[in-house]
């Protein structure tokens, strides 16, 4: 997991997904690495990779606040504003003094007014 996080810090995703990828196949359990591979697809502009891994940490972990948000983050990429809506209230249940969680609603309800869903 530090190997993919030096690799996120120097913007290597592809590293930072290699790393990840060997660390699920060593240890597939853990909510935490689909995790951190979802932020990793997400700032590669992967929204759909992304939110199956965000959907694979919360399998395992149904109270992961970061899989929850990065689940919002990804539905709103692929711009499907409901079901982004309810992902991060789902996450203000569990964290209701997050910073960040609150604007998201916002611009995902904002998105879905001017927009629509996808």
């Known amino acids: ?4 996080e030096r690799s996120v810090e120097g913007d290597d995703l592809l590293a930072a997904r290699g790393a990840l990828d060997e660390a699920l196949d060593i240890d597939a359990g853990h909510a935490e690495l689909f995790a951190r591979r979802a932020a990793v697809h997400l700032r590669a502009g ?3 990779a992304g939110l199956s891994d965000a959907r ?5 972990d149904a109270r992961h606040f970061a899989a929850r948000t990065l689940e919002g983050s990804a539905l709103r990429e692929l711009r499907r504003y409901d079901e982004a809506v309810d992902a991060f209230e789902a996450a203000l249940r569990l964290h209701p003094w997050a910073p960040g969680v609150v604007p998201n609603i916002f611009k ?8 629509g869903n996808a």
């Open 46 to 48: 992967r929204p759909e």
């Open 108 to 115: 995902a309800e904002r998105a879905r007014r001017i927009l």
């Open 1 to 4: 997991m530090r190997a993919s």
């Open 56 to 60: 694979d940490a919360l399998q395992r």
